[in-house]
């Protein structure tokens, strides 16, 4: 808390609207701050220029010209509070926006969460996503792993152990500050990572395609690619796959669908293996990503199946990574 005297004060009774001579209150003082006059206390509700403020309410002492005065610089509870005028009070300007829908993909040594965020009350307003972490279902003992922009991360070389993680979204702009635990999910997820060591884990990019694929409307799926693995050992092979592709869309907001089926030669149909269900159609997709498991003596065909709402939808810069246990 620091106190600003510099030059004198001119104050009329009767008028919420004082004058400067000689400060500079715009740089050193902000709505908020108090204001004495004569041992009475007013809240400072607007700051004009350097040299003109207004008062909650009418200065009320015998009309000064050149007078001393004292502001006491207030200092703001959280960095993201403002100064309610009619209740004189520092509030939250507005709730951090709402996470929902959240996905975690376990993968080989690491785990990948994606999410989406309502902000529909608040679209204005800029936000960060924090990601939490701890080895036990305690938030209040969770450590801060990341703060993030985006909807999706990814975290590798995870021990073996149960994870369990919170997300919370923190506005960044006028708004509530990060310590408001209320604020966000915080349902936790445990995952548990696989004791694979980095020797035996081959990882490879196939697949990559610049092209873009338009969207077929109706029913109609597109074939995006499809791979065969063959075990030979006497235990599963388990493998992951990592999709990464942009998706671009020149009407509306349109939807995709992305699934992964196994195909079967011998009678020519498809089982499915996973869905990773709707998606809006936006610039950037998180990364998908399959873990699957080949039984022992056999081949197994996958398929990658994308789905756009029309041809207004379209997806390119597809790429993908193998990561597989070596045989």
Known sequence: MAVYEAGYINATNGSDQVEGLGTGWLAYCKKGDTLTLQGTLYYIIAITDNHRLQLHTVYTGTTLARGNYQIVVVDKPGLFYIFNVPTLAWIASAPAPAIQSLVVTLGLKNIQLAW????????????????????????????????????????????????????????????????????????????????????????????????????????????????????????????????????????????????????HFDTSTYTPVKDFGLFNAVDELPVLSLIYAVPPGETHTLVFFWWGEDGTVSIQDRSFNFIGLLV
Do not use: M
């Open 116 to 263: 989406s965020v309502v902000d529909a009350v608040y679209p204005a307003i800029a936000y960060q996503t924090e990601v939490w972490h701890n080895s036990v279902d305690n938030f209040a003992t969770a450590t801060l792993l990341s703060t993030l922009s985006g909807t999706a991360v990814k975290y590798s070389d995870l021990p073996v152990a149960a994870h369990y993680y919170w997300l919370r979204a923190v506005n960044t702009a006028y708004a509530i500050t990060a310590a408001t635990t209320a604020s966000g999910v915080q349902v936790p997820v445990a995952v548990q990572t696989g004791d694979i060591a980095h020797e035996a884990v081959s990882i490879s990019a196939f697949g990559s395609s610049p092209y873009a694929v338009t969207g077929l409307g109706g029913t109609a799926y597109s074939s995006i690619l499809s791979w065969s693995v063959t075990n030979p050992k006497t235990v599963d092979l388990p493998f992951s796959l990592e999709h990464f592709c942009k998706q671009i869309y020149t009407a509306g907001a349109k939807q995709t669908r992305w699934i992964v089926q196994r195909y």
